[in-house]
């Protein structure tokens, strides 16, 4: 079945770096969109990244622009974010989504704090 699992959050100081890890497996990765999320206590989920299939494509949010990097190896089955500079307002529960049809993963927290 479709699975991903996300790996490589945790605790950071402001500033700080993190690199997430989305491991797909249960269908052809190469072949689909892939997504980053995140939502903080109390607010909606929202979109973070997003890449195109062959990687040709990219957009962020307006809030992680010039900070957040997201990637992918179609040959490991991995999509990435790699996130710099971070700040508070960067805590949440990190998400990676199939764009259609709609897979998710279980999250991985990420919390900015000194």
């Known amino acids: 079945q479709v699975q991903l699992v996300e790996s490589g959050g945790g605790l950071v100081q402001p500033g700080g770096s993190l690199r997430l890890s989305c491991a797909a497996s249960?269908?052809?990765?190469?072949?689909?969109?892939m997504m980053w999320y995140r939502q903080a206590p109390g607010k909606e989920r929202e979109l973070v990244a997003a890449i195109s299939s062959a990687s040709k494509s990219t957009n962020y949010a307006d809030s992680v622009k010039g900070r957040f990097t997201i990637s992918r190896d179609n040959a490991k089955n991995t999509v990435y974010l790699q996130m710099n500079s971070l700040k508070p307002e960067d805590t949440a529960v990190y998400y990676c989504k199939r764009r259609n049809p709609p897979a998710w993963g279980q999250g991985t927290q990420v919390t900015v704090s000194s």
């Open positions: 249960g269908f052809t990765f190469s072949e689909y969109a």
